[in-house]
DNA sequence: TGTAAAATGTTGCAATTGCAACAATGAAGT
DNA sequence: ACTTCATTGTTGCAATTGCAACATTTTACA
């Protein structure tokens, strides 16, 4: 994920942040945090650690929505933050939370790094449509193989590799695919005896020429 | 569908295209454009008219992407526009083009009109994931009655209204929700004659109290 | 290192869905 | 107003899927 202080040299960062009204705030491993800071719309910026935001819906279905590496940025403009959602940590994390309106208000047009900043976030949030976009072209798979051989595709396309390395366990990746997991893992069995894939721990090898 | 060019004067507006090097274009209505711009990254603002983007799969299976109206933005960073996508006039349509490049690589930082469009563009693009948050939200609901029900509560919550103005006709919904066309309309009749739906024309009204 | 909890694999079965085929209705254009 | 094309409604049926239940393996952590 780009840095959204891409280009922005330390001290004008601390401006920046100052300018903000940032706060740098530090949670521990499997908090589930935000609820608390979920007030008005903010952006978060993560510095360090691995979250994931995740929905449990009524009848206690997970689905995580996304993960969140450092330089991630989430928030409640850019991943749905009502309080059906939860962001937890993975690991010890550490965040900037800037406030949204703070960033729409400020006119600092003679400081170039503001400027830089606001190319920055628009790249990141562009590549977040991106992956959006992608998800949407699994979801809109009509059967489980259709769905997992577009997941497939797109994440060997992204390193230009046939091999993935599955970011999730089988039980989050038929959360993130909105399919039942045993009936994942029946399909992922079919698939390996037609010869299509291989798995070995964690990682699948894609033995189709293309799809 | 916000203003990208909200407060900025005209004369600003016009100094900003001409140094982005945008090219204004019009297109007569059925038409499918973008596959002779498509070289590069490009930025496309809706002057006037209305457009979908199209993805049509190898089986020949029609899919929204998205409809584009008047301030809309798209383009091959925003929208997925590989050549399986296509974006297809509705109406007569003008369109500006500005290469993505041109935008980041401008560094008018003592011209305030420059920071407000950035800052435009950013909200706007924070809309486009919301929508894109909300389709998947309806995408992940494992049956045809529940994706139903999500994209009702969505678009009524949109307007604060039970009642729900279908933007599609319903083989275009079909296509949004990504399931058949004769399975939603057999859900369809379901529901009204459980009471939870009245339809007449292409308003559909709530009937029952919450989700 | 031992133990509890989580993740994975497997299968039968019922429910849901997609598909195909066709009739009926509505819309658009001449 | 008439004809053609697109949209909508309907239904039987086969295919796919979710669900439940359970065995097995792996992981986490006290």
Same mark, same amino acid.
């Given at each position: 994920?780009?840095?959204?202080?891409?280009? *922005?040299?330390?001290?004008?960062?601390?401006?920046?942040?100052?300018?903000?009204?940032?706060?740098?705030?530090?949670?521990?491993?499997?908090?589930?945090?935000?609820?608390?800071?979920?007030?008005?719309?903010?952006?978060?910026?993560?510095?360090?650690?691995?979250?994931?935001?995740?929905?449990?819906?009524?009848?206690?279905?997970?689905?995580? *929505?996304?993960?969140?590496?450092?330089?991630?940025?989430?928030?409640?403009?850019?991943?749905?933050?009502?309080?059906?959602?939860?962001?937890?940590?993975?690991?010890?994390?550490?965040?900037? *939370?800037?406030?949204?309106?703070?960033?729409?208000?400020?006119?600092?047009?003679?400081?170039?790094?503001?400027?830089?900043?606001?190319?920055?976030?628009?790249?990141?949030?562009?590549?977040?449509?991106?992956?959006?976009?992608?998800? *949407?072209?699994?979801?809109?798979?009509?059967?489980?193989?259709?769905?997992?051989?577009?997941?497939?595709?797109?994440?060997?396309?992204?390193?230009?590799?046939?091999?993935?390395?599955?970011?999730?366990?089988?039980?989050?990746?038929?959360?993130?695919?909105?399919?039942?997991?045993?009936?994942?893992?029946?399909?992922?069995?079919?698939?390996?005896?037609?010869?299509?894939?291989?798995?070995?721990?964690?990682?699948?090898?894609?033995?189709?020429?293309?799809?």
């Amino acid at each position: 994920m780009l840095n959204p202080f891409q280009n *922005i040299s330390p001290k004008n960062r601390e401006k920046l942040l100052y300018t903000l009204e940032s706060s740098r705030l530090t949670f521990p491993k499997n908090e589930l945090i935000l609820s608390n800071i979920n007030q008005g719309n903010i952006i978060g910026i993560v510095i360090k650690g691995m979250m994931q935001i995740i929905k449990t819906d009524y009848n206690g279905t997970r689905t995580i *929505i996304e993960e969140l590496e450092e330089n991630d940025i989430f928030g409640t403009i850019i991943s749905p933050l009502s309080n059906e959602y939860d962001i937890l940590t993975k690991e010890e994390s550490t965040v900037y *939370i800037i406030d949204y309106d703070e960033i729409k208000n400020l006119d600092l047009e003679n400081k170039s790094y503001y400027n830089q900043f606001l190319k920055n976030l628009l790249e990141i949030i562009i590549l977040k449509i991106e992956e959006r976009n992608n998800r *949407i072209e699994i979801l809109t798979k009509k059967t489980i193989r259709n769905k997992l051989l577009e997941y497939f595709n797109i994440e060997s396309k992204k390193n230009g590799l046939r091999v993935i390395n599955l970011p999730f366990n089988f039980t989050d990746l038929a959360d993130y695919l909105a399919i039942d997991r045993s009936a994942m893992s029946r399909e992922l069995k079919y698939l390996k005896e037609e010869g299509f894939i291989e798995i070995k721990n964690h990682k699948i090898t894609l033995l189709y020429d293309k799809y």
